[in-house]
């Protein structure tokens, strides 16, 4: 199972727009990019994924690297709701989602 | 829509004791999970199941079994509770096209 690096932490200000990371250096070429999020005391919830094109949602923006070893989730508007834990995930044709530690949003008011 | 229902939500075992934990999803997924949550850490997969009838361990199996019998079912036991198993278990299940998957709101066990 190919692995993701995420930063442990994230800080934002409110309404401002938010840019998480993800390192996959290892992605196959079949690999999806998945990103789910965590809110407290929850079950995760599904954001966004993609192949290789950028990718837009209500909720997010996906932004993939053209070599695909890397790519961005954009909260154009963070607000309170979106301070969670949010994941980064390799998805191969098996479809297990196999889960790193994670990088824990905060959202300052 | 449920979607993917968790029983129960919560539970006290002592050691030694066994229990079954039922998923439920009603939106006719192929693919289901077992996962469990250590405080302060991501979740860990137990077991999967690619149908109805099929089962496959995860990242963590040992000391955990399950069934799917039914598509819409997937079963988790545990046979002898330990203090380790204390957890947070999630289930979910995926569309076998997009791999989006859907998660119960947990069960949150504690084995004494």
């Known amino acids: 199972d190919a692995k993701t690096t995420q930063p442990n932490s994230m800080e934002s200000n409110e309404e401002e727009p938010v840019h998480l990371p993800c390192n996959h250096s290892?992605?196959?070429?079949?690999?999806?990019i998945h990103w789910y999020r965590q809110l407290p005391s929850q079950g995760p919830e599904y954001v966004i994924h993609?192949?290789?094109s950028n990718v837009n949602n209500r909720m997010a923006s996906l932004a993939i690297a053209e070599d695909r070893k890397s790519s961005t989730l954009i909260l154009h508007r963070a607000t309170l709701r979106d301070a969670a834990v949010y994941y980064c995930?390799?998805?191969?044709?098996?479809?297990?989602?196999?889960f790193g530690s994670g990088t824990r949003l905060l959202v300052r008011p | 829509n449920a979607g993917v229902t968790q029983t129960p939500k919560f539970r006290v075992l002592k050691t030694g004791q066994s229990m079954t934990l039922l998923c439920a999803q009603d939106m006719n997924h192929e693919y289901m999970y077992w996962y469990r949550q250590d405080p302060g850490m991501g979740l860990r997969l137990i077991h999967y199941s690619v149908g109805e009838g099929t089962t496959a361990k995860g990242e963590v199996p040992d000391g955990y079994n399950v069934s799917r019998l039914k598509k819409q079912n997937f079963l988790l036991g545990l046979e002898s509770a330990a203090p380790s198993q204390t957890s947070v278990y999630f289930c979910a299940s995926s569309y076998p096209d997009t791999g989006v998957a859907f998660f119960g709101q947990g069960t949150r066990l504690t084995v004494v």
């Open positions: 290892t992605i196959s070429g079949t690999d999806y």
């Open positions: 993609g192949l290789t």
């Open positions: 995930i390799l998805v191969d044709s098996s479809y297990k989602l196999i």
